[in-house]
């Protein structure tokens, strides 16, 4: 598997689900289908059955941040630029409504846009990569053309 490029944020947020999926596994998971079992009729029974696919679920998720963590790269905060690029910190005005957003460009697999996290595989996140603060960037929305200057770039 290719390396996959997390800020050092996403790294640690990774880990925490880890551990506490780890511990949800071992153990409520666990007990759940126990408790199943001791209800009788496996064949009929609707609680071993959620608690068998919620195992098979977590173990899924489970096994991809492991595979994530140990192909990751972790993006460093480099030095003060005005140049976009992975794990900076954007602010961008929309030169059509004059609003200002505040991102932070991650890679996909950090992406949350309620967090100010874009994605840098996004068609907004790809315009700005490698631009600079002034630079105007154009990019298609269902609305139309939207038409953003970069404001600021930084690394908090």
């Known amino acids: ?21 780890k511990r949800k596994f071992m153990y409520e998971i666990s007990e759940r289908i126990k408790e199943a079992r001791e209800l009788g009729d496996l064949s009929e029974n609707s609680e071993y059955e959620a608690a068998k696919n919620e195992q098979g679920r977590v173990g899924s998720r489970i096994m ?43 890679t996909p697999q950090e992406a949350d846009f309620f967090a100010q996290k874009l994605s840098s595989d996004s ?26 200057q970069v404001m600021a770039v930084m690394n908090k």
Not at 77 to 105: A, M, P
């Open 1 to 21: 598997m290719k390396k996959v490029r997390l800020t050092r944020e996403g790294y640690e947020k990774l880990k925490k689900e880890l551990e506490d999926l």
């Open 64 to 106: 991809e941040i492991e595979q994530i963590l140990s192909n990751a790269e972790i993006i460093e905060d480099s030095e003060e630029s005005d140049e976009v690029t992975l794990g900076k910190w954007v602010v961008i005005k929309n030169l059509d409504t004059g609003e200002e957003h505040k991102f932070r460009i991650v």
């Open 123 to 148: 068609p907004l996140g790809k315009s700005l990569l490698g631009r600079k603060v002034g630079d105007v960037v154009k990019v298609k929305a269902p609305s139309g053309v939207q038409r953003y």
